[in-house]
């Protein structure tokens, strides 16, 4: 027996305010004949709020692997499902590869109704370099991995870009300070969308200190962004620095002081300073 294969819809929820859906989730949430949640309870709130009613199914990181095929063959047979996760855009930091993996394997392109997602809302306010960025998602829980892992992006000039839950956002920072450095340039997200949305920036050090000195700042939910080693000296007018100093002093003791008030590389100050002073 053949028949037109349906469509697997990857689709985006909000990520704390409820009014961030899309009208295009709605639609879709409405007319597919299954949804895919991460965790029934969580995703009743949401369906409810906007009147649909599909049959849904709970699709978790513990049953993905199993279920993957079997739904599938359901979308072979003609079915339109939908996958949503408790907040946000599923697989970033969600379960969902598997059944995309094996969607595409099968002939069907998944189709995404894209939304809300916390990296991106986060990189949208830091006032960081958002042209090349590394997406870390969660690091692990255990200091020492988490440590190993942070070495291996210490030199990234990309901004840095994870996902930390409550209990562990100060073990994080710190280890954060012990191997960045406190001076590395830093913004934390915290409760993005809801009622207490706020944001911390500065050295890493000063924002370590406000948050461990606040409880309020340790409840929520943390998008914590780092910049890059280099992006720097691509953001700072370092012209703007070193001509009114070279008219004080010489080239050296100029490139220098640039090079303490600005965090751009001793080499690079010297380098520009020597082009100015020509
Ligand atoms: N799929 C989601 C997305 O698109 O962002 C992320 C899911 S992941 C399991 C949950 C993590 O995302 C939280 O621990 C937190 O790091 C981040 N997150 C989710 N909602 C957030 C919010 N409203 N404000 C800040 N961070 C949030």
Excluded: W
Excluded at 167 to 178: A, D, E, K, N, V
Excluded at 237 to 262: I, W
Aim: hydrophobic share 40%.
């Amino acid at each position: 027996m053949s028949s037109i294969a349906g469509e697997l819809y990857i689709v985006a929820t909000p990520i704390g305010n409820l009014q961030d859906m899309t009208y295009r989730a709605v639609e879709v949430l409405q007319q597919v004949d299954l949804i895919l949640v991460e965790d029934t309870r969580n995703a009743i709130k949401l369906l409810q709020h906007y009147g649909i009613r599909q049959p849904m199914k709970a699709f978790h990181e513990h049953n993905e692997r199993q279920l993957a095929e079997g739904i599938v063959q359901k979308i072979r047979q003609g079915s339109n499902i939908a996958l949503i996760s408790d907040a946000g855009t599923p697989l970033m930091s969600d379960p969902g590869f598997r059944l995309v993996r094996a969607a595409q394997k099968a002939g069907i392109q998944p189709l995404t109704v894209p939304g809300a997602c916390a990296a991106i809302a986060a990189l949208s306010i830091a006032g960081l370099p958002t042209d090349r960025f590394s997406f870390e998602g969660f690091l692990p829980a255990k200091t020492a991995a988490r440590e190993q892992r942070l070495q291996g992006l210490k030199d990234l000039s990309s901004t840095l870009v994870f996902y930390e839950a409550r209990h562990r956002i100060i073990p994080f920072l710190r280890s954060m300070q012990s191997v960045l450095g406190g001076a590395r340039n830093v913004v934390v997200a915290r409760e993005l969308t809801k009622k207490f949305e706020s944001v911390y920036h500065g050295d890493l050090q000063s924002v370590v200190e406000r948050i461990a000195e606040d409880e309020q700042a340790q409840k929520g939910e943390y998008v914590v962004m780092v910049e890059g080693v280099n992006a720097r000296d691509q953001t700072v007018d370092l012209d703007s620095v070193l001509r009114p100093l070279l008219h004080e002093m010489s080239v050296s003791k100029a490139s220098k002081l640039a090079a303490t008030l600005t965090g751009v590389s001793k080499n690079k100050c010297y380098q520009r300073a020597l082009e100015l002073d020509k």
